[in-house]
């Protein structure tokens, strides 16, 4: 049962993002962007490439100096599976595909989405904004937002770590609109209070001509052994 003070906020953040119906338009992202991913051998910066179907395909290009070549991560009709040019692929493990599903399913457009279907209740008291925790479809999140203008100011989840189950949160900012839709152009993780990565959108293109093919799996027999 939503209590309605948490989901007058969750639709003052689907208006901030741009009302019910036009997040409603949203099916695919094409996204660049720079990153950052902080690791035991220390901080490593990445040139991200990422193409999203909703609600449940995505096929994620990374690149940097770090990796020995350009790693591929894609979920899509086949099933899921990392490679790295030139060296083959490897299925995901599934804890890290149920992650990388739910990341894709409590994105911001995704809850804005299904608002409708979600049960919204008060959140954790929090210093700073008014929280709200958001469950059902496969989502359980808490979000922190701005009660003037319905801004997301961050998300706060279970998550899978390198180490198990870790609580991760993501501070949303630089927020930009693309075609009618406000989008967080930075997003920066924290699991337990330390930041583990960033990313930085250089453009996001919205509903974008997407080849399916990009989700098909490579014939195992042709990658270079």
Same mark, same amino acid.
């Given at each position: 049962?939503?209590?309605?003070?948490?989901? /007058?906020?969750?639709?003052?953040? $689907?208006?901030?993002?741009?009302?019910? @119906?036009?997040?409603?338009?949203?099916?695919?992202?094409?996204?660049?962007? +720079?990153?950052?991913?902080?690791?035991?051998?220390?901080?490593?910066?990445?040139? +991200?490439?990422?193409?999203?179907?909703?609600? @449940?395909?995505?096929?994620?290009? /990374? %690149?940097?100096?770090?990796?020995?070549? $350009?790693?591929?991560?894609?979920?899509?009709?086949?099933?899921?599976?990392?490679?790295?040019? *030139?060296? *083959?692929?490897?299925?995901?493990?599934?804890?890290?595909?149920?992650?990388?599903?739910?990341?894709?399913?409590?994105?911001?457009?995704?809850?804005?989405?299904? /608002?409708?279907?979600?049960?919204?209740?008060?959140?954790?008291?929090?210093?700073?904004?008014?929280?709200?925790?958001?469950?059902?479809? *496969?989502?359980?999140?808490?979000?922190?937002?701005?009660?003037?203008?319905?801004?997301?100011?961050?998300?706060?989840?279970?998550?899978?770590?390198?180490?198990?189950?870790?609580?991760?949160?993501?501070?949303?900012?630089?927020?930009?609109?693309?075609?009618?839709?406000?989008?967080?152009?930075? /997003?920066?993780?924290?699991?337990?209070?330390?930041? $583990?990565?960033?990313?930085?959108? %250089?453009?996001?293109?919205?509903?974008?001509?997407?080849?399916?093919?990009?989700?098909?799996?490579? +014939?195992?027999?042709?990658?270079?052994?």
């Amino acid at each position: 049962q939503s209590d309605p003070q948490a989901k /007058a906020l969750l639709d003052k953040v $689907v208006t901030f993002l741009g009302g019910a @119906d036009k997040v409603k338009t949203v099916k695919a992202l094409h996204q660049f962007s +720079n990153g950052e991913q902080v690791t035991p051998q220390g901080t490593v910066a990445l040139e +991200n490439e990422s193409y999203t179907v909703l609600p @449940d395909q995505s096929h994620s290009i /990374a %690149k940097s100096a770090a990796l020995p070549g $350009v790693l591929h991560i894609v979920i899509g009709p086949q099933g899921a599976w990392m490679s790295i040019e *030139g060296q *083959g692929m490897q299925a995901m493990p599934a804890s890290m595909k149920q992650d990388r599903l739910n990341n894709l399913h409590r994105s911001p457009i995704a809850i804005a989405q299904h /608002a409708s279907d979600l049960v919204v209740t008060a959140g954790d008291k929090s210093a700073d904004a008014p929280t709200i925790h958001i469950s059902g479809n *496969g989502v359980d999140v808490q979000w922190a937002i701005d009660p003037a203008s319905g801004k997301l100011l961050r998300s706060t989840f279970t998550a899978s770590g390198q180490q198990g189950p870790v609580l991760r949160t993501i501070e949303y900012s630089d927020w930009k609109q693309v075609e009618g839709v406000n989008l967080p152009f930075k /997003a920066v993780i924290l699991e337990g209070g330390k930041q $583990v990565g960033m990313d930085q959108a %250089k453009s996001v293109e919205i509903n974008p001509k997407i080849d399916p093919k990009l989700f098909d799996k490579p +014939n195992e027999a042709t990658a270079p052994q």
